[in-house]
């Protein structure tokens, strides 16, 4: 744990500030977040809609710009990267789950895991690409397209996918939303475990508590600001401090 | 293997329902030039009304491949939209902005390749079909053997293939433009903004018509005509460039007063907001209005204007037709016979002509010529005429020295001594003296211009000549309505062959974007039912969208055609005193009728369709 917290931080989100215009007016989606996340911590983010989760989520993987404020992956500073290099650090150091229509739906799900090593113009080790669908227990599926899997064997492969490439840090978007809560659960578990094992960072936003309650944290977003922090909660203390947001 | 090309492959294959437009289009538009190109090879050189005949199948070929970008380009847009998710999806596990377009444009040449390959193959059909079709109307003598060089078919495919990638070459640059964020989005394109180049495009296109149009006004009838035939086409690439901001904003100050109707202000609602899907369907709308009422009214304004000239200078009271032998009576004053002789100009601007020998002093009392130029007493020896529209073509003008060979093997260097005005139902383009034609093999054509003898009026002239029982003896006005109807008969014939494959091109597209848009649209149509609306209500609603835009494209194409027309009336009537102006009304309305049939049945059958489909399975998709 020590050694842990001494390494530099995997995401450091500093003042990142994010403002739309629209012809309605100005909307402030994020004020100013503040935050350093631990390399090998399991994070989750809260709060209710309109809160500015997801533009939190996209600012930290380089997917939107923030207006103001300064987003490090890696060490590497998002703002002064081009879209080529952004591109990269997002083929080379991050993976992505979310709510659903995750995979390519041209692709096998073995094609799917393969394609970032593919459009990196790598050829993907044979045996990488059905590792990492093996240990998502997929090993049967590899020949299946999209269309032809579950809910949950979809998420699966997009985690197998999002692993393969040995990235630092991991993003989901409710990844848990679309699937029954047995389902879920084994996802959850399966993002947990890769955290343990292999010193993943990863960074979820849900509105699940009980999704939550599998972080090593959870950071809780109102009207664009960080309003707390709460460490190692079960899921009824973090549902607790959900009602106590949104009263 | 690329990712990029692999890639490219699965999506094909995974989206065929995508492409079958773009697919149907090329490999048809592939069918018709290589079956034009096989057929002209085949048949070689064979007489003018050969000749004739191929350069309007080259042309009608032309047509289908400038419809046909339009397909590709629309239903490769649509493919775009379609699949912004997945695109982004794309970008998010990795992939530049190159990779995106590059896979686009791979998905292009594998449909383009399967498509000209398919249309080279229906392309010896076609040349099969059209060869028996020239030898039953009696063009070719007999059924031409098709020949069996693979070039012809090798060229129609590579144009395929390059129409193809001309009508993906958008899209390629709009699918790289996809952020990775939109993963994580539902797919809400409204798209009314347009790329910096497109703006351009357009721009310039409208900008170069409104100088064409300028120069149909000003120009001489001839130019006018022939400008009159382009500038629809610039206009509606430069209309369908803008047409993301135009026609949302043209649809809803239309529709403004249906805002309160609730089907119908639903409807107008979804054309504004959904400005590429309704640039989609207005694109092949515009473009058969506007180029076919052009092409319509600028052929019968020309018939007319061939009318005006002939009414201005046909002297001759009586016209003796369809004999070889001088019609005699002691009535006759002047006879004109007419006569033909073919001869081809040599040296770089080479070609073909039908020529007829004159007497001037003659053909001026029984026909009127006007000389624009020059002296057409000095039409003796060695010398000839030609018409003020043929100096165009020809390369040579007064006083140039031209050689020409005629049918009997002489090379014969003729001086131009004048240019007459064109008068293209009175006489030939190039003029030659009586004795020179005759000397080189010219042959009576069976028509005679006559005049009366001092002191006979026109009636007796007819009687008499009639009562003689040469030929057919006709009044001048009923000579030049017999000739209008013919040229109008061979103008339809020509407009059909033209516009045929256009329409059906339009219809295809029309067809494709309805049909992709109820695909997308499922979820939407089942929100529109949960709150509330009857079945009824959400076709009623796909209809009214249809019609909106339709009607706003038929505007504007009506707007094009009233301006051609306008413009081109000017200098097709200039210094005549009669010219008839002939409407060609039908033809305009069945134009629109078309276009609104094809996009009302386009609109309602695929929503009928999907009724009796399954939705869920659709909303697993995307």
Known sequence: MSTATLAPPAIVLDGVARSYGSRAGRVDALRGVTHAFAPGSFTAIMGPSGSGKSTLLQCAAGLDRPTSGRVLVAGHDLGLLSEAALTRLRRDAMGFVFQAYNLLPALTAYDNVALPARLAGRRPPRDEVAAALTRVGLDTQQRRRPAELSGGQQQRVAI?????????????????????????????????????????????VTHDPVAASYADSVLFLADGLLVGHLARGTATQIAAAMNELER | ????????????????????????????????????????????????????????????????GFMAIFVVASTFGFAVTARRRELGLLRLVGATPRQVRRQVRVEALVVAALAAVTGAALGRLVALALAVLLAAQGITPDRAPVTWDLRPLAISAGCGVVVAMLGAWAASRRAAKVPPAQALR???????????????????????????????????????????????????????????VLLPLLVRVLTAPLREHPVLGLARANVGNQARRTTSLAAPVLAISAIAGSLILSLS???????????????????????????????????????????????????????????????????????????????????????????????????????????????????????????????????????????????????????????????????ALRDEGTGDVLTAEQWIARVDRAQRDQNQVGLIAILGPTGLYAGIAIANTLLMGSLQRRREFTVTRLVGATAAQVRRMVLAESAMVAGAALLLGSAVTATVALLLRAPMTAGLDDVPLTVPWASLLAIAAACATVTVVAAVVPVVWLRGHPSAAADHQQ
């Not at chain 2, 300028?214 to 009838?221: F, L, N, S």
């Not at chain 2, 000389?371 to 020809?394: E, Q």
């Open chain 1, 160 to 204: 197998a996918r999002a692993l393969v490439t040995r990235p630092q840090v991991v993003y989901a978007d409710e990844p848990t939303g679309a699937l029954d809560r047995t389902t879920g659960r084994q996802v959850l578990e399966l993002v947990r475990s890769t955290v343990d094992t292999e010193g993943l960072t990863v960074v979820m």
């Open chain 2, 1 to 64: 293997m690329p990712a990029t090309i692999r890639l490219g492959l699965a999506s094909v294959r995974e989206h065929r329902a995508l492409y079958a437009g773009s697919f149907v289009a090329v490999a048809l538009g592939v069918a018709l030039i290589a079956g034009v190109v096989l057929l002209t090879v085949s048949i070689g050189d064979q007489g003018a009304e050969v000749q004739d005949t191929l350069s309007l199948l080259g042309v009608m070929a032309g047509f289908a």
């Open chain 2, 186 to 244: 539902e797919a809400t394109d409204t798209g009314r903004r347009i790329g910096v180049l497109r703006g351009v495009v357009g721009t310039l296109c409208l900008a170069g018509a409104a100088l064409m149009l300028v120069g149909i006004r000003a120009g001489d009838p001839v130019l006018a005509l022939m400008l009159s035939i382009f500038v629809p086409e610039l206009v509606v690439v430069g209309l369908v460039c803008w047409g993301p």
């Open chain 2, 301 to 463: 304004f020309a018939a007319d204007w061939d009318q005006g000239i002939t009414r201005q200078q046909l002297a001759a009271p009586v016209v003796v037709t369809d004999t070889l032998r001088a019609p005699n009576a002691p009535e006759v004053g002047v006879i004109d016979g007419t006569n033909a002789v073919s001869l081809a100009t040599t040296g770089e601007a080479g070609m073909d002509w039908t020529a007829e020998g004159i007497d001037p002093a003659t053909a001026v009392a029984t026909r009127g010529l006007r000389t624009h130029r020059g002296d057409l007493t000095r039409l003796t020896g060695r010398t000839m005429a030609i018409s003020r529209s043929a100096v165009f073509d020809a390369g040579f003008g007064l006083g140039s020295q031209v050689r020409v060979l005629f049918p009997d093997g002489t090379r014969v260097p003729l001086r131009v001594v004048a240019i007459v005005e064109d008068a293209a139902t009175l006489h030939e383009d190039v003029l030659l003296p009586t004795r020179l034609a005759r000397a080189h093999g010219a042959k009576p054509t069976g028509t005679w211009f006559v005049l009366p003898a001092p002191g006979v009026d026109a009636a007796e002239l007819h009687t």
